[in-house]
Every structure is written in structure tokens, then in C-alpha cells.
């Protein structure tokens, strides 16, 4: 969906004389683009730092979640699409984008700044202090209660999410044939050495849970886990209470019977609105909605609404769980959204800050996702080309 993501402070665009001073978003269509360095790995997530303080997070979720975070100084941010792609501005917060073959996905701004489609038809943001730059692919299309989620991020009311994922459900996913093209020729290839490592251990499914945080104040971590059970301890550094929103596979954890939710130990109860579940924060108890994400998914979204906080463990079981034992691995956040059937490799030039995405294979994870190896191995390849000129 994404050619490229590009990121560079606003002083930098204005002095460099590629937009006037006070200019409207809309008019800022090119920048070149601060120059970027693989700064961490997990097995779901990558992320790069920028020279201005920003990062770019990659999440190898349902989602495909992509995080572009400001640092301590006004950033503009350029995201152009790939052909065939179209962009609607929704509001100054929310851009929406589709494919010819129906994936949709979704800007949002949490924090300060605002986003809309530049006059070149693709997507510009300008993002304050602390603000962030979030995109979620719909490979199987968006529906009321994706909205919904959305302008829970937008508002502030959810902090952060988490998904649980079998690791079969991935592993075809990092078997990649991916090849990446740098500069002058050069070139990054991932093959069959690049298989997943996440199998099955033992005689138990192996679980995967990738958390994304929208804001500097709010961590997730895998607690514990056992046959039809996951667990998470949420960590806040103030009091007010935020919405955990998590999307559980059934191979992981059956979500769609007889589930049960607690907060520290005490059983939260169930919302029948979304109006209910924001009310729940700061009032005296914790709720939770349960709801399908999509009528193609083999998985349920759980949000769960912690009234307070500083340091809470919110647990979730099913009577019908997975039989196997599964195991739980914490990659604790890695991919730019793409196609149903398409996986991709992110190809990040460090000289001008800017991410591409290219097909390669197909995926039949599942997910949107293209493997963190391959991301890993194509990021690194663009890195070491830079240190070279």
C-alpha cells in the first residue's frame, strides 16, 4: 500500500526552501528525508531512529501496524502510495487509504499534529512534540467496529494493543524469497536461510503476542501464559486509566466462548457499548467488550477498559482454550501494512530517511505482515550500504 515513508524535522523542510513558512500541510509533497539507523529488533518488530530524534516502528501483526514517532521537535512526515492506491481525508486526524483489490487501511494522528493528502494525492502529516503518525491495514476490509478502535487511538483512550498470535500462524510468513535493491546496483537477498524459528516447542504451540504503545507513559509486557490463558502486565506512570485493545487468534486462544476477563485478579465486566467502556475509565470498575475482527479472521478483538492504574495484570481464559499447553514468546512490538496474499520487504535508504515497500512472494500467514527477518536483513543491508559512501 506504502511506497515509502519518509520523516524530517519542520525546521529542516522550511530552511531547506522545499515549503514556505506557514505553508499548509497539504502543500508539503517531497522531503528529503533525515537519515535513519536499524535501531532495535524483536521478533515482531523493527524499528529505525532518525538523525532528528524521530523513529519509524514496523509491527509484524494483524494489522501491520506501522508507528512513526516525532521527537522533541515539530516533524513533517510523507507517505507515498503505492500505484493503484487512493487517499480520503476524513478528518485533520484520519486519512483513509484503499486499494484496486479492496485492502484499506488507515492514518491516524495521536498526540499533536494533523494529517491530509497532499497535492500530489498522497499522505502528509505534520506531527507536534510527542506526537505519532500510526497506519492499520484492513486486508479484509474495515468495518463500524474498526472505526471504533481508531477513534478510541485518536482520542487518547487506548494506549496501546497487543496481539496473540500461534506462531504457525507466522512462521510461512518469514519464509521469504524477498529481494531487496539498494543503491548503485547493490543488493540485500533473503532466502530459505531466513526460515522462522517460531515452530512448535516441545508438545506445545508456541505463542507470539507483538504490543504496540502510543504514548511515553504506558508499557505492555507478557505476563505469564498457559493452556488457554495469556496474560499481560500493563504499566502506566499515572494514575488515569487507558483501554488495552487486543486481537487474539483462535489458534492461540479461543475468544469466542465463554471467555473470561480480569483485572488483578478481579473478574471485569462486560460492556454492551463502546460508551460503557470509555466510561469505565477512572469509575470504580473495569469492563471489556468482546467482538469478531472480520467475518474472514479467524481471531476476536478483546478491549478491556482498566479503570486506573499505576501497575495492573490483565488476564484473559477461555473454558475452550488451546489443549496443546501453548508457550508464550514477548516480542514486544514490526511491519509496514501490505496485501492479503503479498508479502513485503521494507527497504530503508539511511541517506534520506525513507522506507520502501516491495512485493515479493506470497504470504499464507495471513498476516499482512512481511517477516521481521526479511525486514531485519533489508534494513541492515541499506545501513551498511550508507556507512560505505
Do not use: C
Not at 17 to 41: C, F, K, W
Not at 63 to 76: A, K, N, P, R
Not at 173 to 180: A, K, Q
Not at 293 to 319: I, K
Amino acid at each position: 500500500m506504502l511506497d515509502s515513508v519518509a520523516v524530517e524535522s519542520q525546521s529542516s523542510v522550511e530552511d531547506g526552501g522545499l515549503v514556505d513558512v506557514g505553508a499548509s500541510v497539504s502543500a508539503v509533497t517531497q522531503i528529503e528525508g533525515a537519515g535513519v539507523a536499524l535501531d532495535a529488533t524483536t521478533e515482531t518488530e523493527a524499528r529505525v531512529a532518525a538523525e532528528n530524534g524521530a523513529t519509524m516502528t514496523a509491527h509484524d501483526n494483524g494489522h501491520g501496524i506501522l508507528v512513526v514517532e516525532s521527537g522533541d521537535q515539530s516533524d513533517y512526515v510523507v507517505a507515498n502510495l503505492s500505484s493503484g492506491a487512493n487517499a480520503s481525508a476524513e478528518s485533520d486526524s484520519q486519512v483513509e487509504v484503499a486499494t484496486e483489490n479492496g485492502t484499506e487501511g488507515t492514518f491516524i494522528v495521536v498526540g499533536e499534529g494533523n494529517a491530509t493528502v497532499n497535492d500530489d494525492g498522497d499522505v502528509t502529516a505534520h506531527l507536534g512534540e510527542d506526537g505519532r503518525l500510526v497506519f492499520r491495514a484492513y486486508p479484509e476490509g474495515r468495518d463500524d467496529n474498526d472505526d471504533e478502535q481508531e477513534r478510541l487511538i485518536a482520542d487518547g483512550d487506548a494506549k496501546a494493543e497487543a496481539y496473540v498470535m500461534a506462531a504457525s500462524e507466522r512462521a510461512d510468513g518469514n519464509e521469504t524469497g524477498n529481494e531487496s535493491e539498494g543503491d548503485a546496483g547493490n543488493e540485500t537477498e533473503t532466502g530459505d536461510e531466513n526460515d522462522s524459528e517460531n515452530g512448535t516447542e516441545g508438545d506445545g504451540e508456541q505463542m507470539v503476542v507483538d504490543t504496540v504503545s502510543y504514548d511515553d507513559n504506558t508499557t505492555v509486557e507478557t505476563a505469564e501464559s498457559a493452556e488457554g490463558e495469556v496474560a499481560f502486565t500493563v504499566n502506566r506512570t499515572t494514575h488515569e486509566g487507558t483501554i488495552l485493545v487486543t486481537s487474539v487468534s483462535e489458534e492461540a486462544l479461543n475468544a469466542s466462548e465463554d471467555l473470561t476477563v480480569q483485572v488483578d485478579g478481579e473478574a471485569a465486566v462486560e460492556a454492551a457499548t463502546y460508551s460503557q467502556l470509555r466510561s469505565a475509565i477512572g469509575s470504580e470498575q473495569s469492563r471489556y467488550t468482546v467482538e469478531s475482527a472480520g467475518s474472514g479472521s479467524a481471531s476476536a478483538d478483546v478491549l478491556v477498559a482498566v479503570n486506573n492504574f499505576s501497575e495492573r495484570t490483565v488476564s484473559m481464559q477461555s473454558e475452550t482454550g488451546d489443549e496443546s499447553g501453548a508457550e508464550t514468546t514477548d516480542g514486544e512490538s514490526g511491519t509496514s501494512a501490505g496485501e492479503t496474499t503479498d508479502d513485503e520487504t521494507t527497504d530503508s535508504d539511511p541517506a534520506d530517511g525513507t522506507t520502501d515497500a516491495t512485493d515479493a512472494e506470497d504470504n499464507d500467514g495471513g498476516i499482512p505482515g512481511f517477516g521481521v527477518t526479511a525486514a531485519v536483513v533489508a534494513l541492515i543491508g541499506a545501513a551498511l550500504l550508507a556507512r560505505l559512501r
